[in-house]
């Protein structure tokens, strides 16, 4: 039961996030979608007084919250900008920039990632390390390093927290899909879990 409140509050989450974003036009393009997204997606056009329509075409609207919502979600987004045939040709570009145009994360968090899982510190293992990033994408983000016997390398750091975030998002992804599948005949055919 208490999973069963943990998961429902997510999801309330996402669609407030998405309503918030102004991105629940997805869900159109879903035949057979559950009430509760129908009543999300309705809300969504509603706005309260003096609320500002977000910035930005619907695809950029999308990254956006899908960002904000963590890195499963921009996997999704990720996976999403490669099905035009999905979403659209501009809505696949603009879902395109989840790709590796992401914000790193500071350097501090990423020198202390690496002394904790190495269990040295970063001045220690390396010659010279390069506080700003090279890369930053939805995992992990890069670092140019020289060794301390003279090699060049560049050092991945996961993003703090990423485990314990797709952990909880799969889980109420999956409790989702079991959900639609006991409550919804047609989703079966869909195999969602």
Same mark, same amino acid.
């Given at each position: ?8 509050? &997510? ?14 036009? %997805? ?16 809300? *969504?056009?509603? $706005? ?8 930005? @075409? ?24 490669? &099905?035009?045939?999905? +979403? ?12 590796? $145009? ?13 002394? &904790?899982?190495?269990? !040295? %510190?970063?001045? !220690? ?7 700003? %990033?090279?890369? *930053?994408?939805?995992?992990?983000? +890069? ?7 003279? @090699? *060049? ?5 996961? &993003? %703090? ?9 799969? *889980? ?18 869909? $195999?969602?879990?």
């Amino acid at each position: 039961m208490i999973d069963s409140l943990r998961h429902a509050f &997510r999801l309330a989450h996402i669609a407030r996030t998405l309503a918030r974003h102004d991105a629940l036009f %997805p869900l159109a393009l879903v035949d057979h979608m559950p009430l509760a997204f129908r009543f999300a997606q309705a809300a *969504a056009g509603w $706005r309260l007084p003096g609320k500002k329509k977000s910035e930005g @075409r619907p695809g950029q609207r999308l990254a956006r919250a899908l960002q904000s919502l963590g890195p499963a979600f921009i996997k999704l987004g990720q996976g999403l900008s490669t &099905r035009a045939d999905l +979403v659209g040709e501009e809505v696949a570009g603009d879902l395109s920039e989840l790709q590796d $145009r992401l914000a790193p994360f500071d350097s501090a968090t990423a020198r202390a990632i690496i002394t &904790r899982e190495l269990g !040295t %510190p970063v001045e !220690t293992l390396f010659e010279s390390f390069e506080d700003a %990033p090279v890369a *930053a994408a939805s995992m992990a983000q +890069v670092h140019y390093a020289i060794t301390s016997d003279g @090699r *060049a390398v560049a050092v991945k750091v996961l &993003r %703090p927290g990423l485990e314990e975030a797709f952990q909880r998002d799969l *889980a109420t992804f999956e409790w989702a899909a079991r959900l639609a599948e006991r409550a919804l005949a047609e989703s079966r055919r869909l $195999r969602l879990v």
